[in-house]
Nanobody, 122 residues
């Protein structure tokens, strides 16, 4: 059974950086695109970006472009979300998820992690 564990969240200052990791097990990472999402209490889950399953192409939501980078290391079964230039509005629980498709639609993602909290505050 697929199992995801996100880590690397925590407190960062505005303008700072964090790297989130999504360690997977129980399935073949190579066969899936991995997306990152975030959610603030009371709001819908929001797509951050994803990395494709074969070529490693990446797609980012507008707020993430030029600040966030998604990468994957299939040999380690891990996907990363490098975040820089953090803003208070980036505060959220961040989730990784897997899909067979190239999409940012959360409904198309089959497997989800439990999330890691990111707080950006001075």
């Amino acid at each position: 059974q697929a199992h995801f564990v996100e880590s690397g969240g925590g407190l960062a200052q505005p303008g700072g950086s964090l790297r989130l990791s999504c360690e997977t097990s129980g399935f073949t990472l190579d066969y899936y695109a991995i997306g990152w999402f975030r959610q603030v209490p009371g709001k819908e889950r929001e797509g951050v970006g994803y990395i494709s399953k074969i070529k490693g192409w990446t797609y980012y939501s507008d707020f993430a472009k030029d600040r966030f980078t998604i990468s994957r290391d299939n040999s380690k079964n891990t996907v990363y979300l490098q975040m820089s230039g953090l803003k208070p509005e980036d505060t959220a629980v961040y989730y990784c998820a897997a899909t067979n498709m190239a999409t940012m639609s959360a409904a198309e993602y089959d497997y989800w992690g439990q999330g890691t909290q990111v707080t950006v505050s001075s």
